[in-house]
């Protein structure tokens, strides 16, 4: 091989390295952007997690608060039945009053 064949292998050579090179910086700049992207899918899927404990939890004060519920719309029907029946045993204490006291009247 003569020195220009050399020179002109060498020029090649150090023109694929330069390429190599800048593809080798491309290459890690990839992979800072994917280990970004890989560290804030992390961090989405973390706070999806939290998100459905709090929404298990939600449901779960929900269901409570639904049976709270019910217990309260029972109580106005309770007291509506012991409103009435004190009203019936008002009336028939009435009544059967009024008969004794027109009773010991008539004796």
Request: proline share 1%; net charge negative.
């Amino acid at each position: 091989m003569t020195n220009e064949e050399l020179t002109q292998k060498y020029v090649a050579l150090d023109e694929r390295v330069t390429r190599h090179t800048e593809q080798i910086k491309t290459c890690f700049n990839q992979i800072g952007e994917v280990r970004s992207i890989a560290e804030s899918v992390h961090k989405l899927a973390t706070s999806v997690e939290i998100l459905a404990r709090e929404q298990q939890l939600t449901n779960e004060k929900v269901d409570c608060l639904s049976d709270d519920m019910d217990e309260l719309k029972a109580k106005p029907m309770a007291n509506y039945e012991k409103v009435r029946l004190t009203i019936v045993t008002a009336l028939a204490s009435g009544i059967v009053g009024y008969v004794l006291k027109y009773l010991v009247d008539r004796l």
